[in-house]
T-cell receptor
């Protein structure tokens, strides 16, 4: 069901920017891109979402390519507490349901 | 802190038993979605309840059933438990059940079936 593709894992040094890519080549015009993260043994937490324009909030920035076929979540200064699984999701794909793929496991190292 | 609470946090059952998991949605939210998350996998959608009615269902057998109450809290019931039902069960609430809405998740119930 998932229409997004993410690398299974990534490493990042503490204090550096973490750039997590997501491919969604079959995205349709009215589908938003959402990002959630899940820290071990907790429920997923909403991070950010966008449609066409780049977005920024207190947690992260979201860069969406002009053709909307891919996006990048940026954590500008990663900390050890950012170690988690990050999910890129297109909620409209499932209509009423939000489908999660396997996500990217980000390891932030000291 | 999302305001979504789930109980119990951990549960151990034996094969063939029945279990009920509970979820209190965030204040002001009328939609609850349930997910099953096996170890090392992403959450799998079970079903969604909107204003006390089932609003959609994933690929789960009928022994997975649910209920939503007038205060929008919800229960997930699983009958005839199987070993593969061992998982983290997550509840998420949202405002109206529309597609482009943020989901607010609880911390989950860890179910172990022996």
């Amino acid at each position: 069901d998932a229409k997004t593709t993410q690398p299974p894992s990534m490493d990042c040094a503490e204090g550096r920017a973490a750039n997590l890519p997501c491919n969604h080549s079959t995205i349709s015009g009215n589908e938003y891109v959402y990002w959630y993260r899940q820290i071990h043994s907790q429920g997923p937490q909403y991070i950010i979402h966008g449609l066409k324009n780049n977005e920024t909030n207190e947690m992260a920035s979201l860069i969406i390519t002009e053709d909307r076929k891919s996006s990048t979540l940026i954590l500008p200064h990663a900390t050890l507490r950012d170690t988690a699984v990050y999910y890129c999701i297109l909620p409209y794909t499932g209509g009423f349901k939000t489908i999660f793929g396997a996500g990217t496991r980000l390891f932030v190292k000291a | 802190e999302t305001g979504v609470t789930q109980s119990p946090t951990h549960l151990i059952k034996t094969r063939g038993q029945q279990v009920t998991l509970r979820c209190s949605s965030q204040s002001g939210h009328n939609t609850v979605s349930w997910y099953q998350q096996a170890l090392g996998q992403g959450p799998q959608f079970i079903f969604q309840y909107y204003r006390e009615e089932e609003n959609g269902r994933g690929n789960f057998p009928p022994r997975f059933s649910g209920l939503q109450f007038p205060n929008y809290s919800s229960e997930l019931n699983v009958n005839a438990l199987e070993l593969d039902d061992s998982a983290l069960y997550l509840c998420a609430s949202s405002g109206t059940g529309a597609t482009n809405e943020k989901l607010f998740f609880g911390s989950g119930t860890q179910l172990s079936v022996l």
